[in-house]
């Protein structure tokens, strides 16, 4: 079956821009969740998604959003975008709410200039 | 908030050697997981430890879930090239709160 399919793979944007990331999860699975990865951090939870509805939400400002469709592909925005935003964007599936049984995709390499 | 310290940070060896890396957390955590992320890809789930004191393989991986519940450790046995890649830990307290608390990881370079 299909992976955990991540578009774009690699972005370049400008500061102050804003962004759209998309993730469609592995069919079935109701749970998409979003990750920060950075050499500094690490890999840090942004949000997570079940049944089109944010149901954990991780330390980052507002300006960080996301949303989930009834088909359960789910989307991620970041507005004015700063150099620190640059990052690996990684999304993850799983049937259940924040299962852990979860799969990620490839991820969106997004860099800020 | 919760924080895990994932040692060693980078690890040289040679093809055949066994290695050894761990987690600890300064709060408990009821399920361990570990992943390997190869270059340019996502990390892929090795192992999920739901238990304290749980002992699991897969393969040459075997993982433990510290009886503290605040630590655990990941060995590898006899290892090969392709085992090259970052290894990371990750915690999840569950209750009201399921997000994973991933370690900075652990960079495994196998010399052939």
């Known amino acids: 079956k299909a992976g955990v399919t991540q578009t774009p793979r690699y972005l370049i944007k400008t500061r102050g821009q804003q962004v759209t990331l998309s993730c469609s999860p592995i069919?079935?699975?109701?749970?998409v969740s979003w990750y920060q990865q950075t050499p500094g951090q690490g890999l840090q939870f942004l949000f997570e998604?079940?049944?089109?509805?944010?149901?954990n939400k991780g330390n980052f400002p507002g300006r960080f959003s996301g949303r989930q469709f009834s088909n359960s592909r789910s989307e991620m925005n970041v507005s004015t975008l700063e150099l620190g935003d640059s990052a690996l964007y990684l999304c993850a599936s799983s049937k259940f709410e924040m299962n852990t049984e979860a799969f990620f995709g490839q991820g969106t390499r997004l860099t800020v200039v | 908030g919760q924080q895990l310290n994932q040692s060693p940070q980078s690890m040289f060896i040679q093809e055949g050697e066994d290695v050894s890396m761990n987690c600890t957390s300064s709060?408990?955590?009821?399920?361990w997981l570990w992943y390997k992320q190869d270059p340019g890809e996502g990390p892929v789930l090795l192992i999920a430890l739901y238990k304290a004191g749980e002992l699991t393989s897969n393969g040459r991986l075997t993982a433990q879930f510290g009886i503290t519940r605040k630590d655990s450790f990941l060995n590898i046995s006899a290892s090969i090239p392709s085992d090259v890649g970052i290894y990371f830990c990750?915690?999840?307290?569950?209750?009201?709160?399921?997000?994973?608390?991933f370690g900075k990881g652990t960079l495994l370079t196998v010399n052939p």
């Open positions: 990750a915690g999840q307290w569950g209750g009201s709160n399921y997000k994973l608390t």
């Open positions: 709060s408990i955590f009821n399920t």
């Open positions: 998604y079940f049944s089109e509805t944010q149901r």
């Open positions: 069919s079935g699975h109701r749970s």
